[in-house]
Structures are given as structure tokens and as C-alpha cells.
């Protein structure tokens, strides 16, 4: 049985989307236990609306809540009884075997690397997200962590995400990409520029540099990038089905022999829906601590709740951050050689 | 009348496409002349194809080329004689009033900045993207030109394209965004802080941060960034619809009904087509160079060619760069005062 702790008052909607994606969570997965950490009456209210088969989820109090918009290092380190901070004391302690969270992303990002520290030889954490394409589903990882990585943070984040497309994305060898503002070599910064020269002395499937258009195509398994442009571009391919939706029913709305049309299409379109889906993809994983750890957006739905327990657990039973210290492990010799190299010149 | 250089050998279809756009701009806008520069018996054989009227067009000779993979700024040193080269020098002594290019950007970018220098001032170019939205147009800078820019040139881009904005997008008091990961003032790089801090200092109407999905809703006339991300996030936009058509298409011919159904959408489709065409907007200013120089994407139609003249031949028609000059200077005294501070602290 894998138990995972889930943040009952982190997000837009919680407690209330929060309980019900767990509650989903815990009778359609059997292989799961949910801790739902907070305020005991609001988690108990909302409990009590949901049928739980077989006694699978527990609460634990949690007194404090911390705030979408409180400042994260201070909030955390102030707010030791927040929903948050049990949850990873929790995992600390290995109660629990990993932590979902809707909340505040930087405090869920500081609370994480500061109790439960990084993976051996990790640099820094990054934030992946499962991103669906025109040929399957990709990872891109940072998405928001790191927003000026080294070239030896981006190395490491495509090490972390290559772990993560084979033993969660079930892919042979993935290909990485690295973002960039053209294909060759020697676009873009000092510091991707070094990083494409580590990613193609390695050992990994290095496509080379991709372009923003490659978010779409699916051309990389996992894309590498620094966590501002990822957040950007994260924050529009959510965007861009809703947006396109309302201008083409506007548009179909315009004269009656369209809207025939488009009543006859719908049937396509949530089809489409339904691939292009962030919550089918379900919350992004904080790789490189010392644990499981997984963030959902604010906005989450009961549905892209209860997908984001399924993923917590899909990496815990996959072992993944085995696979990611192994995985950089069989680099280390690489890094140092390269921080060898640059120290000389 | 208005004379527009352009460099017939740049772009993937060149001399082709390049010289079909400019007849059509050179027939179809009676205050534009056209200098085509390039290669004599290649740009007269493409020429021969199709009828100018009123002898609008003449040819200029440039016997080199600079490649679309050629290094800048060493090509524009050594090739004196190519047909960028030759356009700006055209420019330079006030033989014609613009120039246009679809070739290499980069050197595009070096040959204006080094030969024309900049606008009194100005600090840094950037380059100019008009882009399509849910409200009609706006403008996004930067998208390419500068990759690290302090937080003074994006606040110089804020001012440019404001100016933009209310000169060619013809907007009374445009709005000014700044693309963050997040809506607080303290979301961000320390340059971005310092940037917003400019910005609402300024007499800009400026409403503060925006996010990644605001490139499609149109909530700021003018979007404001750095070259990376804004190259990113442009590519990504110019490859939405393809994309989006593809997926659709894909699906709905999965069966007979659906089929039918697109038919009957068809006319809407093709209106949205038109709405979010990058071929209408026209290429990209080079802003703060001294001198109109307009860049077209390299895969750029005889219709974005044909827009892209349209757009420069209006940006000398508005006077834009004295615009540019104006305000620039009426934040002189601002942009010397944070200097001032800034190194006291």
C-alpha cells in the first residue's frame, strides 16, 4: 500500500475539490492510502458529502494554512503546523510515501528542498510537467523552480526528466531537446550553449536545440529548459484550447448553416478535448529532492486532484528517484570533468 | 513618395517570393517605390514574370549573398557588396526611406545597428512583432534582437513600442504589460522587479505583469520582454493554428458525420484563418536602430512580403522614430534618476 499526503487547503478550490479528487483517488486506485492533512472540521465537512470505499483515507490536523499568496521561504519557515509543512514533515518522517499539494507553489518548493533536501549529486530542484503533444505526451522540466539555471542545472534537469519519460512515460530511450531561439549549435546564450555541448557529450538521446513551436509537435520526449520561459509557455498551451474554443464558437455562431457544422463536429472536438487535457496529465512532480513531491495548479479541478495522487503513486511504485540518482551518478564523472575544464580556462 | 529597399536575395524563397510581394505592394500602393536589391539576372528574370504598373519597381545590384546560417556580425564585416549590405547603405544615405529583409536576422540586426547606429538614447534595439489576439492586435518587444536585456532596455522596449502602438496600431493610450511568471510585483528576476518598478513610475499607462496566456487574450497592447522568451513564445503562437488544424482535421475525418460537419464549417474556419494570420501583420520593425528596417520571417509568403513593405512604408508615412525620440526623451530624466540611485546603493 502506498500512502500519500494530500494538502486538504492548498489550492483555489480547497478544502472542498481537494477532498473529492481524493476521495476518487482513493476508491479508484486500490494501491493507495490517503492522508488528508488540515483543519479537521472543514476536511471532516467535505469527507462526509463523499461515499470512501473501504476506510482509505485518514486526516491529520494541520492548524495553519499558508496563503496563494504569501511569501514562501517566510511562510514556511513561520508556519510550522501549516497543511503544507505536516504534509512533508510527514514524508520526513516516512509516514507517508509521498505529498500532493494544490497550494502555494513556492512554499510547496522551498518546504520540500529545505526539510527534505536533495537527491545526492542534485544541484537543484526542478518542476516538470506533462505536456501533451501531436504524437503522445512530453515532459518539460523547469517550469518554474529555477528561472536562471546553470548550464549544469539544465544537464542535470534532462537527466531527471530522461528518468522520468522511461519509467513514468514508459518511453525506450527518450529523446531530449533543449529550448532554444533556433536549432543550431551555437544559438542562444553562453549558458545553453554549454549545456547543449554536456547534453551532446552524454550519454543521452540529445536531439539537439528544439524551438517553441516543438511544444506542440512532440518532436523531444522531454524538453529542458530554464524555469521562466517554461513557465511562460506552460502558462500558454493552457490557454491556447480554451482561447481557440471561444473564437470558433463565435465564429460558428455567426450564421445557422455553421452551426450545424459545428453541432455535427462536437462529438470530434471533445475528443480533443480530452487529448489536450492538462488535468488528464495530472499535477508536476518536484524532481530532485529527497522524495515525492507533487504540485498541482491552484485552479485544480477534483479531476486533475485525483490524477496527480495517481502520478505520486506511479512514481513511488516505479522507484523514480532510484532511477534519477543512478541516472546521475553515471554522469558525475562527466560534471566534474567539465567543472574541471572550466576552472582551467 | 515613399522608397522601400528591398533585399531581394534574403528569405528561404528569395529571389521568388520576395519579388512577387513587392510587385504587389509596388501595384497595389500608390505612395510606395521599390528598390530591389540583389543579384542583376535573377532578380530581372523573377521580375520578367509579372507586370508592374507605373514602373514602380527599379533594380539596385548587390553581387554577394549572406546566407540564413552565416555568422552576423562576421558577414556584414566582410560582405560589403551583399544585398542586406547594400540596403542599409541605401538607407544610410537617405536613398530610400526603409528597408525590408527577409533574410538572415541576425545580420539584419548587426548591419543596421553598426552602419545606421541607434536613436538618440536609445540603448539597445529590439525587434518588433506584431501579433494577433482575442481583441485585435498588439505588439510584442522583445523577440529576438537582445537576449539579456537590462531592466533600462526593457523599459526603452515598453516606450518604443508604445509608440508603436499608437502610431501604426493607431491606439489612443495603449497598455503596456510585462511578461512575468506572475501577476505580483514580486514575481520574477531581479531585472524584471526593476523594470516594473520603471514602468510604474512612468507616465505609461502601464497594468503591470502579465502571463503567458496573455499573448492570445489581448489583455496589454504591448507586450514587453526579453529576446529569448519572446522568440520562444513567438514561434510557439506562429505554429497554434497549423497545429490546431492538423489535430482537428485528423479527427474529424475519423467518420462520415464529423466529415460533414467540417464542411459546413468551412467558411468560419477560413475567417479565423485570415483573423490569425501572421501573413496580414507583416514582419517585425527593427526598433531603435536610426533608419526604418523591417525583418520578415525567412519562410516568409509573397503576401507577408507584400504586408511587411505595407508596414514599413507606414512606419515612415507616421514618422514613427521621431515618436520613438519624443518619448524616449520625456523619461530621460527618469531613466537617469534610477541610474543615479542604482549606484548609490
Redesign the interface.
Known sequence: MIRVAVDGMGGDYAPQFVVEGAVNAANDFPNLEIVLVGQLNALKRELNRHKVLGGKIVIEEATEVVGM?E?PVASIKKKKNSSIAVCIDLLKRKEVDAVMTAGNTGAAVAGATLRLGLLPGIKRPGIAISTPT?QGISIAVDV?AN??PSSEELFQYALMAESYARCIHRKKRPSIGL?N?GE?E?K??DILREAYKLLRESQLNFIGNI???D???GKADCIICD???G??????????LE??M???SR??K??P??M??????????S??RK??NYEEAGGAPLLGVDGTVIISHGISSAKAIRNAIRVAGDMVEKNLNTHIVEQVNNHAAQLSNHAAEKARE
Not at 513557465?231 to 491556447?240: D, I, R, Y
Open positions: 499568496g511569501s501531436m518554474g528561472l536562471n529550448l531561439i543550431e551555437s542562444g546564450t524551438e517553441g513551436r511544444f506542440f509537435t524555469g521562466f520561459v513557465n511562460v509557455v506552460l502558462k500558454m498551451c493552457e490557454s491556447v482561447t481557440s471561444v473564437i470558433i465564429e460558428l455567426k450564421n448553416v455553421t450545424l457544422g459545428a453541432w455535427l463536429c462536437k462529438p470530434a472536438m475528443s480533443i487529448q489536450t
